[in-house]
Nanobody, 122 residues
Framework: QVQLVESGGGLVQAGGSLRLSCAAS????????MGWFRQAPGKERDFVAAISWSGVRTYYATSVKGRFTISRDNAKNTVYLRMNSLKPEDTALYYC???????????????WGQGTQVTVSS
């Protein structure tokens, strides 16, 4: 069982930056692949980024590639999402996710956080 708690969301102007954090419980964090998803009002939840358990492999949605960076610190049981050059269309509730399988974490992860709101003003 993994419990995930996101933080770092907020209100930012277009072009600005934010860093989201996701703290995970449990001693097996380093064995899980981690991901970020987002859901805008009235839309489905979409994949944003993922990182393998070792941190060697990363994956990004086309819409965020080059602007967002996912990373992890296994010693701190934490995964991060650095978001640069933010746009109003990045406004959404951002969720952290975990799964033992990297492909699964990009599709239907087993574990989810509660989400943190990111609002980008124009």
């Amino acid at each position: 069982q993994v419990q995930l708690v996101e933080s770092g969301g907020g209100l930012v102007q277009a072009g600005g930056s934010l860093r989201l954090s996701c703290a995970a419980s449990g001693r097996t964090f380093s064995t899980y692949s981690m991901g970020w998803f987002r859901q805008a009002p009235g839309k489905e939840r979409d994949f944003v980024a993922a990182i393998s358990w070792s941190g060697v492999r990363t994956y990004y949605a086309t819409s965020v590639k080059g602007r967002f960076t996912i990373s992890r610190d296994n010693a701190k049981n934490t995964v991060y999402l650095r978001m640069n050059s933010l746009k109003p269309e990045d406004t959404a509730l951002y969720y952290c996710a975990a799964d033992s399988d990297t492909n699964q974490v990009m599709g239907e992860p087993a574990y989810w956080g509660q989400g943190t709101q990111v609002t980008v003003s124009s």
